[in-house]
């Protein structure tokens, strides 16, 4: 099992990791104008596939893994996302006002992907690199377009993220031999309604990552956006690495001792992402954001002690769902996109910084942090992940020690990051990683 995480974080890493370099590829040749009209676009479609996915796909995939019928709750699930995609184009109408809504129009495209099934199978390495083609091949396509032709970079990018959403789809069906395309009903829309506190709670966890960018766009400039994607974008991300995990063990989910593990490796990530931002400022944002950002440094902070705070207690993103804690979980989860939004709006109105953004982020993530916490655990749970993030923080004395003695540098960065890391996997090893492996 252990081999399996290993190679699913080879290649949604590496996915992951030529997003971001691509991304400040494009953002140094491109326009702000360009990549900001690019976010947007791709806060618009992860938005789409949230909202067709709602709560039902996450019913959906206890079900698929679960279930020995699972191709029928299949059917079923893809119905009613085809259903509510038709619906969704009649959006695209608002395209008077804001161009980028045409973009609905590919909603049916986005309901056909069904690979969420994939995971619920246990075919996690190929979901995997289903994914990071949908990566790849896009920013590709742009680095090619804004280095030869970048007055067509934004419809390049667009219209090669359709063509591989097509192709791994065509693909996805062929692999779980099941139809391509599954015939509307408008009965089938009561999914929805039935797994409503689930849907929410999807878009909930949408908000804090490309989410936010739509509500940043009513307060900041294009060029001010531009960062602002690029950070949540790298957010999104670490995010997404720590849904590997999860995804890997989500028949294991229940189990305390599991979701302990997760989250002590969770929390080494949280804190390595931290200390990247506080020890080697300048080289952590000039190698995956760029040169012109370097004077941000306050944007990334707030950006990883967000990340740090989610990392704490991620398990229960996963477990509480599947002991159907939804109710109580929705609550929580809408009380703290409520926070954020509302201390973005009120601090917009004192300071026009981008770093408000990422301070309204971490205020929502602290929100719900506490909140689950007290919700969901005992004291004793608490504190063993306390207690583990206080003892890992040590560790970050070596970058620091090396930063000292070395100066910052690319070199001394990763090397320092990679004893810390190898220093904290040898002394917990048998308090996380073992766990996970009796689990086989």
């Given at each position: 099992m252990i081999k399996k995480i290993a190679l699913l974080f080879i290649i949604t890493g590496a996915g992951h990791g030529f997003s971001i370099l691509?991304?400040?590829?494009?953002?140094?040749?491109g326009s702000a104008t360009q990549v900001a009209d690019i976010g947007e676009v791709e806060s618009l479609i992860q938005f789409m596939i949230g909202l067709i996915g709602f709560g039902m796909q996450t019913d959906a995939i206890r079900n698929i893994a679960l279930d020995h019928d699972w191709k029928k709750k299949l059917k079923s699930s893809q119905t009613a996302r085809i259903t509510l995609s038709i619906v969704l184009i009649f959006l695209s109408l608002f395209s008077y006002s804001n161009g980028m809504y045409l973009c609905f129009l590919i909603a049916p495209l986005l309901?056909?992907?069904?690979?969420?099934?994939?995971?619920?199978?246990?075919?996690?390495?190929?979901?995997?690199?289903?994914?990071?083609?949908?990566?790849?091949?896009?920013?590709?396509?742009?680095?090619?377009?804004v280095y030869y032709w970048p007055e067509y970079i934004f419809i390049s990018y667009l219209t090669s993220t359709?063509?591989?959403?097509?192709?791994?789809?065509?693909?996805?069906?062929?692999?779980l031999k099941i139809p391509l395309i599954n015939a509307p009903a408008l009965d089938s829309l009561k999914l929805y309604w039935q797994t409503l506190p689930l849907g929410i709670i999807t878009l909930c966890y949408f908000f804090f990552g490309l989410g936010l960018q739509l509500f940043a766009q009513l307060f900041f400039s294009k060029e001010e956006l531009v960062l602002s994607f690029?950070?949540?974008?790298?957010?999104?991300?670490?995010?997404?690495?720590?849904?590997?995990?999860?995804?890997?063990?989500?028949?294991?989910?229940?189990?305390?001792?599991v979701c302990l593990s997760i989250d002590q490796i969770s929390i080494i990530m949280g804190l390595s992402f931290l200390g990247s931002v506080a020890i080697f400022p300048d080289t952590f944002i000039s190698f995956f954001f760029g040169d012109q950002y370097k004077e941000q440094q306050s944007f990334f902070i707030f950006l990883a002690l967000s990340a740090l705070v989610f990392s704490i207690c991620v398990s229960l993103w996963t477990s509480a769902l599947l002991e159907r804690k939804d109710l109580i979980f929705m609550k929580i989860a809408i009380a703290a996109v409520c926070v954020s939004i509302v201390l973005l709006v009120v601090m917009n109105q004192f300071s026009k910084e981008i770093d408000v953004i990422t301070i309204s982020l971490l205020a929502g993530e602290v929100f719900f942090t506490l909140a689950i916490s007290l919700a969901f655990f005992n004291w004793s749970a608490i504190k063993s992940r306390i207690s583990f993030l206080l003892v890992c923080s040590l560790a970050l004395g070596i970058p620091f020690a090396a930063r000292i003695i070395f100066n910052e540098s690319l070199v001394t960065y990763l090397i320092s990051f990679a004893v810390m890391g190898l220093l904290i996997l040898s002394l917990s090893y048998k308090k996380f990683v073992l766990p996970l492996q009796t689990m086989n």
């Open positions: 691509a991304l400040k590829f494009i953002a140094e040749r309901a056909s992907n069904c690979d969420y099934a994939l995971y619920a199978r246990g075919f996690s390495i190929t979901g995997s690199v289903v994914a990071f083609s949908r990566v790849f091949v896009p920013l590709i396509v742009g680095i090619l377009f359709v063509i591989i959403y097509l192709i791994t789809t065509i693909f996805i069906s062929l692999y690029l950070g949540l974008k790298f957010y999104l991300i670490y995010r997404g690495a720590l849904r590997v995990m999860l995804q890997a063990f989500i028949s294991r989910m229940t189990d305390s001792k």
